[in-house]
């Protein structure tokens, strides 16, 4: 080795060393065979031993996990592996290890291991977790149906009555219950959601009702906490109500008319001052009429019925949704906002939305992202909206228009005509305005609507009306 070659090669470790000590996880260099090589300062604290000593041990010292040191011998990359580490006062803490394998050639020569503790959550990240997102000011929409809803919604928040919101799925049942929470006087407590759809049957039950230590093989020391001791002077929300088995049903019924719950494997009585919200998509009647679903607790839990009504019969609020959601994402994205073509508009409102708001929201998320400059045409909506309809027969759908025909004879695409008037040709704007009131109707409302739509002012949409008219 030159004395060039020497000096780069002490820089290089010291450039090394230095990058070790800036991270605070411990962090241990090991040969093939696990002896340490190099530690950092977080190992030194870790393990409160000097950097000498612990280049004299071995990582089966510090984790004493077989497996660990198959994967060094083995060179095996490794990602949030779990494992305990002991600690300098013999104390065992559970980390995630991260391996970086060292090769010479074909060769595993040793590794970097990097262990971070896996910190329990802390009494304020768990109350952190059960606070509400939504109130009523974020159920967006104008229409009829909506308004009606948030009404009884915020009448019925303040009582303890339990609550049943039926819906299709993505219509935002757990936005109004959340609301809900919210606005009552139970709203500094927790508001726990429990979807029974997506917990095993097996596990349903411990999740709900909690367990005592020793109920079942692999029960956790102490017992546990099932979500209504958790919900304790708050909202429990129960999603999905229709997906649970007859069985829970049957213990359910039993919770809403005594008020206390037993933990599985125990015998306490443990009262639950807990208000319920269920929601389901599923046609409950029909499921009573079939035998899978409860007619006592059906009862039981409409005893305040919600309906939410999915997006294809409230189609006025596609207006205000679309525009919350293009700036929501924008904004978020750092994206410029963007504008509809007339056709491409349309076929929004024409689509009948199975998913509901989530799908609207979706959809406006990946024409945010697409990069197609600012004027959304047919062709840039996702497929399935799209649906078959071609360009011409999007043209079709329009009251017969020759200036929109004329506006496509340059090199725009022949749906692309922008709904922001701004600089379209006359005609093109007469149409576009005729289009917009035919869209939105005739009443005060619709023309606020057509205005904002078209981004002109209500005054100045009544004066090219007026315009229109005189000719
Ligand atoms: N009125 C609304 N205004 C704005 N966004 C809404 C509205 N309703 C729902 N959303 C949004 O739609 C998405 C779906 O809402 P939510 O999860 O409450 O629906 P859900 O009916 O409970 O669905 P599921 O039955 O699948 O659980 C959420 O991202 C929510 O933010």
């Not at 780069?8 to 470790?13: I, S």
């Not at 497996?67 to 600690?87: M, S």
């Not at 009404?151 to 049943?164: E, M, Q, R």
């Not at 496509?408 to 704007?429: K, T």
């Amino acid at each position: 080795m030159t004395g060039q070659e020497s000096k780069d090669r002490k820089l290089l470790l010291q450039e090394v060393e230095g990058l070790l000590t800036f991270i605070g996880q411990p962090v241990l260099v090991v040969d093939a065979n696990g002896r340490v090589m190099h530690a950092n300062h977080a190992a030194e604290h870790v393990w409160q031993r000097s950097l000498a000593v612990l280049l004299t041990k071995n990582l089966q010292a510090f984790a004493p996990s077989a497996k660990l040191l198959d994967f060094v011998k083995k060179g095996k990359p490794l990602r949030d592996f779990p494992v305990e580490i002991v600690d300098g006062s013999g104390k065992r803490l559970p980390c995630l290890c991260r391996l970086h394998p060292l090769y010479i050639g074909q060769q595993p020569e040793g590794a970097i291991l990097q262990f971070t503790e896996q910190r329990k959550e802390s009494e304020q990240e768990k109350n952190r977790r059960y606070v509400t997102r939504y109130t009523f000011a974020d159920i967006r929409g104008n229409s009829e149906a909506i308004r009606a809803l948030k009404d009884s919604a915020a009448k019925i928040a303040k009582s303890d009555s339990t609550v049943l919101i039926r819906g299709e799925s993505g219509t935002g049942k757990e936005v109004l219950a959340q609301s809900i929470h919210d606005a009552s006087s139970r709203r500094s407590g927790p508001f726990v959601a429990i979807n029974c759809a997506a917990i095993p049957e097996a596990l349903l039950e411990s999740e709900l009702f909690g367990y005592e230590e020793g109920a079942f093989t692999g029960a956790k020391k102490g017992g546990k906490a099932g979500r209504f001791e958790l919900a304790l002077h708050g909202t429990l929300f129960l999603d999905e109500i229709g997906d649970m088995p007859p069985f829970l049903q049957a213990k359910l019924l039993r919770v809403l008319q005594e008020r206390r719950i037993e933990r599985v494997g125990g015998s306490e009585s443990i009262p639950v001052d807990v208000r319920l919200i269920a929601a389901t998509h599923k046609d409950l009647d029909a499921m009573i009429v079939s035998g899978q679903f409860r007619e006592d607790l059906y009862y039981r839990l409409h005893v305040i019925p919600l309906h939410v009504p999915p997006l294809r019969e409230r189609k006025d609020d596609l207006y205000d949704l679309i525009h919350y959601y293009l700036k929501l994402f924008a904004d978020k994205l750092g994206k410029e906002s963007k504008r509809f073509s007339a056709q491409a508009l349309k076929c929004l409102i024409d689509y009948h939305w199975p998913g509901n708001i989530r799908e609207l929201e979706n959809t406006l998320e990946y024409i945010v992202n697409l990069e197609i400059g600012d004027l959304v045409t047919i062709s840039s909506l996702p497929a399935i909206i799209r649906g078959n309809r071609t360009s011409e027969e999007a043209l079709a759908v329009l009251p017969q228009a020759p200036s929109v025909a004329a506006s496509a004879h340059a090199s725009v695409p022949p749906d692309a005509v922008p709904i922001r008037l701004g600089d379209s040709s006359e005609q093109a704007e007469v149409q576009l305005l005729l289009q917009a009131i035919q869209q939105f109707g005739k009443s005060t409302e619709g023309k606020r609507k057509a205005a904002e739509f078209l981004g002109i002012s209500v005054a100045t949409l009544y004066r090219r009306l007026q315009k229109i008219n005189r000719k």
